[in-house]
C-alpha cells in the first residue's frame, strides 16, 4: 500500500485531501452543531456558478470566483429564520437550487457541457498541481489559524444557534460574518480541486460520524478531523487499486467508516441497556 504513494500524482492527491479534510472536518462541527449542513453546497454551488459563468463571459476563473462566494457567504450570514413553521436550512436549500440551475444553463453552452458537469460534481484530485497544494495550505492554514485563535467566539456563537438563541444574535454580526467567510474561502480552493460532493462530504459526514461516539466538544473536533484523514487515505487506496473516481471513492469510504461507526454506536447502546 505504501509504495502506492511514491507516485507523484497520488501522492499531491493525498496532500491536497488531508489538507482539505482536516479544515473542513473541523468547520463541518459548526455547520452540523448549526443544523445549516446545505450551506455547503450552497457556497460550493455559488462558487461553480462563478466558474460557469467566468467560461462564459471568458474572464479569468479564480477571481470571478472567489468573488462570487465571498458576495455569497456575505448574504448567507444575514439568514436568521424567527419564523417556527420556518428552517434556515430551506432558504439555504432554495439558494442551492437557483444556483446550480443557474450553473447548469451556463455550462450548457459550453462545447464540454457533459464533462464540465461532471468535474464540477467530483473534481479530480489527481491532476492536481505543486501550486494548488501550496495555495491551499497557506490559505487552510490562515483560516485554521483563526478559528483556532477565535475558538471561543465561534464556538459560543454556534452554541447560541443550538439553543436556538438567535434573538441575540444582531442583525450584522461580525463572528457569523467571519464564519461565513472561512467557510467560503476554504470552499472556493476545495472545489477547484475536488468538486462539490466531497467537499460537502468532508464538511458533513466526519463530524456526524463524531457527534456518534463523542458529546464533548474537544473530542468530537478530533475524532471528527481523523474520520477525514481516514477517509482521504483509504478513498484514494480504493480509487488507485480499484480503478474507481478518486472523489467518489473518497466519499464511499467516508460512508463506509459512518456506518461502522454508527454500528458500534448501536451496539453500545444495546450493551448498556442491559
Do not use: C
Not at 99 to 108: G, N
Request: net charge neutral; charged share 15%.
Amino acid at each position: 500500500m505504501s509504495d502506492m504513494f511514491t507516485q507523484e500524482f497520488i501522492l499531491n492527491a493525498l496532500k491536497i485531501s488531508i489538507i482539505m479534510g482536516l479544515l473542513l472536518s473541523y468547520l463541518g462541527v459548526h455547520v452540523v452543531g448549526r443544523g445549516i449542513v446545505f450551506v455547503d453546497l450552497a457556497l460550493g454551488q455559488i462558487s461553480m456558478l462563478g466558474i460557469a459563468f467566468a467560461n462564459y463571459i471568458e474572464k479569468d476563473q479564480t477571481l470571478i470566483s472567489i468573488i462570487f462566494t465571498m458576495v455569497g457567504a456575505f448574504l448567507l450570514s444575514f439568514i436568521k429564520i424567527k419564523d417556527k413553521r420556518l428552517k434556515q436550512e430551506a432558504i439555504i436549500g432554495i439558494v442551492y437550487a437557483v444556483a446550480s440551475a443557474a450553473t447548469v444553463l451556463f455550462i450548457s453552452k459550453s462545447p464540454h457541457g457533459d464533462s464540465d458537469i461532471s468535474e464540477v460534481l467530483f473534481g479530480s484530485v489527481f491532476t492536481v498541481t505543486n501550486e494548488q497544494i501550496t495555495t491551499m495550505a497557506l490559505v487552510f492554514g490562515l483560516v485554521g489559524l483563526i478559528q483556532i485563535i477565535f475558538r471561543k467566539k465561534f464556538f459560543g456563537l454556534t452554541e447560541k444557534f443550538e439553543n436556538h438563541q438567535i434573538e441575540d444574535v444582531g442583525v450584522f454580526d461580525l463572528w457569523n460574518f467571519l464564519f461565513y467567510l472561512s467557510i467560503g474561502l476554504a470552499i472556493v480552493l476545495a472545489v477547484r480541486s475536488a468538486g462539490v460532493i466531497p467537499v460537502f462530504s468532508f464538511l458533513i459526514i466526519p463530524p456526524v460520524s463524531a457527534i456518534l461516539i463523542s458529546r464533548k466538544k474537544n473530542s468530537m473536533v478530533i475524532i471528527s478531523m481523523l474520520v477525514a484523514v481516514l477517509g482521504s487515505f483509504f478513498g484514494l487506496f480504493f480509487s488507485t487499486h480499484y480503478d474507481f473516481p478518486a472523489g467518489s471513492s473518497v466519499v464511499a469510504i467516508l460512508g463506509a467508516i459512518f456506518g461502522l461507526l454508527a454500528i458500534v454506536r448501536w451496539g453500545i447502546s444495546l450493551f448498556s441497556s442491559k
